[in-house]
């Protein structure tokens, strides 16, 4: 009996191909316009199929990585976007990114994510619906808190 392999059931490819191939006109569009650019495009490129490539890895481990570590993910956001407004860098008015070794990371960005991960703990616990007021103050104060935040850099 054939088996499908865990890392290849549940693959879209035909999807995953028209990715690839739209990122790789995106790069030929950038490195047209500066080569520069486009050699810092595969880079990036190549770092967000390493870090696919770890989550990966990771969650082979566990089912449910992203529910155990939603908290962590979350407060270590809300952590960056409080350490953001007092050593961040200012771009154009807004003290919203954090310069590391030449490269801009905004907390912003990682925390849409970690925002989307919370929320979808507390609505996967056992018997929390977002009907009920508690559950659905709950969410719309995990939604506050970063918003709040954003709002203070400003970079809306």
Partial sequence: MYTTSRYK??????????VMIIMAFGVANIYSVDPDYGVKQV??????????AVFAIITSFSRNFFDLYAFVFYIVGVA???GVLFFGREINGAKAWYSIGGVGIQPVELMKIA???????VLNIPGNDL?????LLT??????????????????
């Fill in 80 to 82: 960056a976007l409080v």
């Fill in 115 to 121: 925002t989307g991960l919370m929320i979808a703990h």
């Fill in 9 to 18: 059931k549940g693959i879209d490819w035909p999807i995953v191909i028209m």
């Fill in 43 to 52: 880079v990036r490129i190549g770092l967000g199929f390493g870090m696919i």
């Fill in 131 to 135: 009907n009920r007021p508690p559950v």
């Fill in 139 to 156: 969410c719309l104060g995990l939604i506050a808190i970063p918003a709040v935040l954003i709002l203070l850099q400003p970079d809306v």
